[in-house]
């Protein structure tokens, strides 16, 4: 099973210490799912403040080990832009998530399910 991981289901973890990430992160360890992150996803985590403490720093590298880095391709940004274009999704990161997801035929584990309701195909993960 493929799962793309948004950065909401990240800052849920590292503001809060709620949510799946340590449980997707140790699925994805034990090969029983393949976990994706695009790389869109890992500057916008690196931009936030909580970055700056050196802890941090280095769980985010641990907790990114197991997952599968997903690079932005011409193909992935035309998808994007055009999800925005038709006001489906705003924020550009969103939308590379979404691309990204559909284009895998992945399931999503966001925290945001609002910001994804008007994709056509995509699924979202329950890991419950």
Do not use: C
């Not at 998808?79 to 969103?94: C, E, P």
């Not at 609002?114 to 419950?128: P, T």
């Amino acid at each position: 099973m493929k799962v793309v991981v948004d950065s909401s289901v990240f800052i849920d973890f590292f503001r809060a210490k709620k949510g799946d990430l340590y449980d997707l992160t140790q699925l994805a360890r034990q090969e029983k799912l393949d976990l994706y992150v695009p790389t869109v996803v890992v500057a916008e985590l690196w931009s936030g403040l909580s970055m700056s403490e050196k802890n941090n720093e280095n769980l985010l590298r641990n907790l990114l080990r197991p997952t599968k880095m997903f690079l932005l391709t011409r193909q992935l940004a035309e998808n994007a832009g055009l999800l925005m274009r038709q006001g489906k999704i705003i924020d550009f990161v969103d939308a590379v998530v979404a691309a990204t997801t559909v284009g895998l035929g992945a399931s999503l584990a966001t925290g945001n399910k609002k910001h994804f309701s008007k994709i056509k195909g995509i699924k979202l993960f329950e890991i419950r």
